[in-house]
């Protein structure tokens, strides 16, 4: 196939077409994924769990999810965008309804057992990342992958509307419309997305793709700092309307407003993080995001007393986090040699994945209910983020200047 020249209007449109299809599409994935944990103040009610169950009920979709993204990501490479879009989205209709149901009968395994199903519509980001990345020449990766990550905006519709829906329409019909637009959404992808002309279908299989990105050494240390940005942003966006109800005594209502106010930070910063990445290099980005999160986890971790205080406090942390993961993944986009996008981006958002999962498990653990207190898993979280920004000032090569300044480094092994 001979590739169309990378500027001409009608690819341009394309492009464009594509890249809003894909983030559109990791937006219901996104709002599918969440749909336990926004609902997590329900459960403990009315399923009568301790702060650790209920830790482990909103961190199960998570869990699953990130471990899916290893398999999906070279599955993309094989079969396309297209096929992996309709299939995650088709996929997790399921789950869904399974969560409604186990909702519904009061049971707790069954909303456990459904969370690891729903764990499928976490995958999205590694279909997402070689899709775009396929469709925009180097220097405007950093952009791309940002836009397509704000399709993690799916977290603040969750978290802002999945309560109000339940309170307006029901908690059985809020999961059919979820699941509605899961299906609509697979349609659309079906019959309006296209694969870039410069892809080409990958043959080899997925075992050895993914043991030659594990020997890629930039696949690993990309996996450490996806880590603490990605997995920071998804275990405050799990688990803070639980911390709200329980450190500020929010309503669930209130609580998800909030939380959904945290997620759209985010969710504006990435796209931020990705193209100042284009411009001055992906490690000052980094490096900025990691120090304002070390900071923050502190000031968190005082417990900021009234609304402004404590909202600019989260909305701040939110951004940082955002920044960080843009940061990260324009990284991830211009080092991956060509072929090996897929498996390196699926190892490395599954581990941003489960560097949300383990976190929420943490301050369950670690509450401390005489106090209100999470302070253990914040000061945790404010070390890490300090041992990743030591770490991308000594250990990560390159990045200082990427995209238009400088020549794109030769990839790490």
């Not at 961190?59 to 299939?87: E, K, N, Q, W, Y």
């Not at 992906?282 to 609304?307: C, E, H, M, Q, R």
């Not at 060509?338 to 490395?348: A, D, F, T």
Request: hydrophobic share 55%; charged share 10%.
């Amino acid at each position: 196939m001979n590739a169309e020249p990378l500027t001409t209007p009608r690819k341009d449109g394309r492009r464009t077409r594509n890249l809003v299809l894909a983030t559109a599409a990791s937006v219901v994935c996104f709002w599918a994924w969440n749909v336990v944990a926004t609902l997590g103040a329900r459960y403990t009610q009315q399923l009568h769990l301790t702060s650790t169950s209920t830790a482990v009920v909103v961190a199960m979709p998570v869990f699953v999810g990130s471990l899916g993204r290893i398999v999906v990501g070279p599955l993309t490479d094989r079969f396309g965008g297209r096929v992996m879009f309709a299939f995650v989205l088709l996929a997790t209709i399921v789950p869904v309804l399974l969560v409604a149901l186990g909702g519904s009968l009061n049971s707790f395994i069954v909303v456990l057992l459904a969370g690891l199903l729903l764990g499928i519509a976490g995958t999205v980001f590694a279909v997402g990342i070689p899709f775009v990345s396929a469709w925009f020449p180097a220097a405007r990766r950093g952009f791309a992958t940002g836009v397509f990550g704000a399709g993690m905006g799916g977290t603040a519709l969750a978290a802002f509307l999945n309560p109000r829906l339940v309170a307006a329409i029901g908690y059985v019909p809020t999961h059919l419309l979820i699941a509605g637009l899961l299906l609509a959404m697979a349609a659309v992808v079906w019959f309006f997305m296209c694969e870039s002309p410069g892809w080409t279908k990958s043959t080899t299989p997925v075992t050895p793709k993914l043991a030659d990105a594990a020997r890629t050494a930039v696949t690993w240390k990309m996996c450490f700092l996806y880590a603490v940005v990605f997995g920071g942003f998804v275990s405050f966006a799990t688990y803070l309307p639980t911390y709200l109800r329980d450190v500020y005594q929010f309503t669930p209502t209130s609580a998800g407003a909030r939380a959904a106010g945290f997620a759209l930070a985010a969710v504006v910063a990435r796209p931020i993080g990705g193209m100042i990445a284009d411009r001055i290099g992906s490690k000052p980005v980094v490096f900025i995001s990691l120090a304002a999160v070390a900071v923050l986890a502190w000031i968190v971790n005082l417990t900021p007393n009234g609304d402004i205080p404590a909202g600019l406090t989260f909305l701040g942390m939110a951004a940082a986090l955002g920044f960080g993961t843009g940061g990260v993944f324009a990284w991830v986009a211009v080092l991956s040699p060509q072929g090996k996008v897929g498996s390196i981006s699926g190892i490395v958002s599954a581990a941003g994945g489960l560097g949300g999962y383990f976190p929420p498990l943490v301050m369950g653990a670690t509450y401390n209910p005489a106090s209100h207190s999470y302070s253990i898993g914040l000061l945790l979280l404010a070390g890490t983020a300090v041992l990743a920004l030591v770490f991308t000032l000594v250990a990560v090569r390159g990045g200082a200047r990427v995209g238009f300044h400088a020549p794109l480094p030769a990839p790490e092994r």
